[in-house]
């Protein structure tokens, strides 16, 4: 009985042309303050996820492997949930329509569990273990530029359709990164390995962490454009 209603109300919404994102403010597009605010005013609806979109919940979001191969030393992450997005806010949200690029910068704070495998050495320490695993930090920072196209469908509505990106990143704040299970629970072995996760984080996570970066990154961009191939300009752009 959900099912059908809801299923009739997307049909009757989308059909009548209602608006798809009625919680977006439009504004124009010079105008800083209010793309940013009304971006970050879209989180809390976009991150549950938009079924009639068909845009998926992103807290958690689920990613089922990502892996560092660093020819010295091996790392796999499996089925990690991340959990933050919901917090982001925006720093900056620019449009820069002479280059077609949207130019973004979030704050987020992440945490991350799931399991991993960790095979051979990190800077000369023998690195072992497989288990559970935690990672932790209060903020990143995350710099993207999007490019983008403008395409017109049948009806004449324009689109922005994004077509690539660049990213970089800042860890703000310390990065707890927490393996379980190190050398099968050998807790002597493990020690000068954990005690270089804690005073090295810095370097080491931004090798370590990067592959779930990337895909959070990869993962939230494929959402952004599901959305505003969904969402024509004239709903988001105060004209
Ligand atoms: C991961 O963390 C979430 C949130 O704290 C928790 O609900 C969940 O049980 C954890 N999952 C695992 C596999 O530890």
Redesign the pocket.
């Given at each position: 009985m959900k099912t059908h209603l809801f299923a009739f109300l997307t049909v009757v919404l989308t059909g009548a042309n209602a608006a798809l994102a009625p919680f977006i403010k439009p504004c124009k597009l010079n105008d800083k303050e209010c793309v940013k605010s009304s971006a970050t005013a879209a989180i809390p609806f976009i991150v549950p996820g938009i079924p009639a979109l068909d845009i998926p919940p992103s807290e958690?979001l689920y990613i089922k492997q990502a892996t560092s191969d660093q020819g010295e030393m091996k790392l796999t992450f499996n089925d990690m949930?991340i959990?933050g997005l919901s917090q982001s806010t925006f720093n900056n949200v620019e449009m820069d329509e002479a280059k077609s690029v949207i130019r973004i910068e979030l704050e987020t704070p992440l945490?991350a569990?799931?399991t991993y495998k960790l095979e051979g050495k990190i800077l000369f320490i023998p690195a072992e273990g497989e288990g559970?695993i935690?990672i932790k930090t209060d903020k990143v920072k995350v710099f993207i530029d999007v490019k983008y196209t403008t395409i017109t469908d049948k009806k004449g509505d324009k689109y922005w359709k994004l077509i690539s990106y660049d990213y970089k990143y800042d860890l703000i704040k310390k990065v707890y990164f927490m393996p379980e299970n190190l050398f099968g629970g050998d807790a002597t072995r493990a020690k000068p390995l954990l005690e270089l996760f804690d005073q090295s984080w810095k370097e080491l996570i931004t090798e370590l962490g990067a592959p779930i970066i990337k895909d959070v990154v990869k993962i939230a961009i494929e959402r952004v454009k599901k959305f505003f191939l969904a969402v024509s300009i004239s709903e988001l752009v105060q004209s």
């Amino acid at each position: 009985m959900k099912t059908h209603l809801f299923a009739f109300l997307t049909v009757v919404l989308t059909g009548a042309n209602a608006a798809l994102a009625p919680f977006i403010k439009p504004c124009k597009l010079n105008d800083k303050e209010c793309v940013k605010s009304s971006a970050t005013a879209a989180i809390p609806f976009i991150v549950p996820g938009i079924p009639a979109l068909d845009i998926p919940p992103s807290e958690p979001l689920y990613i089922k492997q990502a892996t560092s191969d660093q020819g010295e030393m091996k790392l796999t992450f499996n089925d990690m949930n991340i959990y933050g997005l919901s917090q982001s806010t925006f720093n900056n949200v620019e449009m820069d329509e002479a280059k077609s690029v949207i130019r973004i910068e979030l704050e987020t704070p992440l945490f991350a569990n799931g399991t991993y495998k960790l095979e051979g050495k990190i800077l000369f320490i023998p690195a072992e273990g497989e288990g559970n695993i935690e990672i932790k930090t209060d903020k990143v920072k995350v710099f993207i530029d999007v490019k983008y196209t403008t395409i017109t469908d049948k009806k004449g509505d324009k689109y922005w359709k994004l077509i690539s990106y660049d990213y970089k990143y800042d860890l703000i704040k310390k990065v707890y990164f927490m393996p379980e299970n190190l050398f099968g629970g050998d807790a002597t072995r493990a020690k000068p390995l954990l005690e270089l996760f804690d005073q090295s984080w810095k370097e080491l996570i931004t090798e370590l962490g990067a592959p779930i970066i990337k895909d959070v990154v990869k993962i939230a961009i494929e959402r952004v454009k599901k959305f505003f191939l969904a969402v024509s300009i004239s709903e988001l752009v105060q004209s």
